[in-house]
């Protein structure tokens, strides 16, 4: 055993214990490898430091969005896998510069996003520093959410437009959003690995993905601190209720927000 694991896993433990709440973004102007972001993320793709990504990837940013590309293997003669992501993982020579905190302090994950004609089997999954999941997957037909009561199907009527989609974790609960309506508050599925974020075709298994997926923004805020305010009851386009949370103000934390373009 090497020193090195030992005490990265240490510095990452120490991260969540960092006071306050702060907010990373990724606004798709530049590649997840690109200048700040690339000490930001774990990336899976093109300008992996080790040149460790599965063959037939892409990704660029038209300086507004970013276009993440893959194919399923069965498209793709004599690939056995397929995948490209960025996030948050150690492990993979490309060790990430942010991480999120204890579940008892909340964190939130928010993207904007949209599928290209075809594509599908896309994903966004998170585990905060306990373990705890949100996880979405996107189909051409909609997208499917996960708790420990186990997976939802939301069918969305156009997936080749931009949605918002938001994901939160605090004391033990996940509660899923789109463009700003709740969809479900509910117990999180618990003990997974801790810190972990994949967005993209991150397993190339189960879950494949294929065609392209658009990115034109990601928040990470960590340390929110507090429940996210809940829209009140009302019918969304998709015919759920919205339920109603009354949340108590818990001690006030100092905002700190870290908003870079990569350069």
């Known amino acids: 055993m090497t020193l090195r ?21 990724y606004g798709g102007d530049a590649t997840p490898s690109s200048g700040t972001y690339a000490s930001w993320f774990t990336t899976v793709g093109p300008g992996h430091p080790t040149g460790g990504y599965f ?13 993440m590309t893959t194919e399923h293997p069965s498209d793709y003669v004599g ?8 996030g948050l993982g150690y492990g993979y020579g490309d060790d990430p510069g942010i991480g999120f905190t204890w579940n008892a302090f909340g964190n939130d994950v928010t ?3 949209a599928l290209a004609p075809g594509s599908s089997q896309w994903s966004l999954y ?10 979405l997957y996107f189909e051409n037909t909609g997208f499917t959410y996960q708790t420990a009561a186990g997976a939802t199907f939301v069918s969305v009527a156009d997936m080749t437009a931009f949605h918002t989609y938001g994901t939160h974790l605090y004391q033990g609960q996940v509660t899923y959003t789109l463009d700003g309506s709740m969809i479900a508050h509910s117990a999180a599925v618990g003990g997974g690995p801790g810190g972990l974020m994949v967005f993209g075709d991150g397993s190339a298994t189960d879950v494949s993905g ?6 034109d923004s990601l928040t990470l805020t960590v340390g929110t601190a507090t429940p ?18 009354a949340g108590l103000a818990l001690q006030r934390r100092r905002v700190s927000r870290v908003t870079t373009k990569a350069g």
Do not use: C, H, M
């Open 210 to 215: 294929y065609g392209s997926l658009l990115i």
């Open 228 to 245: 996210i305010a809940i829209p009140e009851p009302a019918e969304t386009a998709f015919g759920f209720g919205a339920l109603a949370l």
């Open 126 to 135: 998170w585990f905060d520093a306990d373990g705890y999941e949100a996880a």
């Open 79 to 86: 690939a056995t896998s397929k995948g490209i992501w960025f």
């Open 55 to 67: 063959v037939g990837t892409t990704w660029s940013s038209n300086g507004s969005y970013l276009t």
């Open 111 to 113: 993207t904007r996003l």
């Open 5 to 25: 694991p030992i005490v990265l896993g240490l510095l990452f433990a120490l991260l969540p214990l960092a006071r306050g709440q702060t907010t990373y973004e």
